[in-house]
Nanobody, 116 residues
Framework: QVQLVESGGGLVQAGGSLRLSCAAS????????MHWFRQAPGKVREFVAN????????YYADSVKGRFTISQDNAKNTVYLQMNSLKPEDTAVYYC?????????WGQGTQVTVSS
């Protein structure tokens, strides 16, 4: 069993930055692929970024490419999402997800609000 707890959300002005954290407990996530998703009001949840369990391969949604960076610290069992040049359209609840063979865990989410 894995528990994922996101933190770091908040209110920021357009152009600002935030760093989200996702702390995993229960077991090490070194064998998982870690993802960030987001869901804006009235919209479906969408993929933002992920990092392979090896830590050396990352993927990003086109909408965040060049602005967001995903990283992980295996020693701390934590994955991060550095968000720069934030836009009002980045406003959403951000969720951390861990996937592995036959396993799929979600966190409860953290709210990010970007004001114009």
């Amino acid at each position: 069993q894995v528990q994922l707890v996101e933190s770091g959300g908040g209110l920021v002005q357009a152009g600002g930055s935030l760093r989200l954290s996702c702390a995993a407990s229960g077991r090490t996530f070194s064998g998982y692929t870690m993802h960030w998703f987001r869901q804006a009001p009235g919209k479906v949840r969408e993929f933002v970024a992920n990092i392979m369990k090896s830590g050396d391969t990352t993927y990003y949604a086109d909408s965040v490419k060049g602005r967001f960076t995903i990283s992980q610290d295996n020693a701390k069992n934590t994955v991060y999402l550095q968000m720069n040049s934030l836009k009002p359209e980045d406003t959403a609840v951000y969720y951390c997800r861990a996937t592995g063979p036959g396993l799929d865990y979600w966190g409860q989410g953290t709210q990010v609000t970007v004001s114009s």
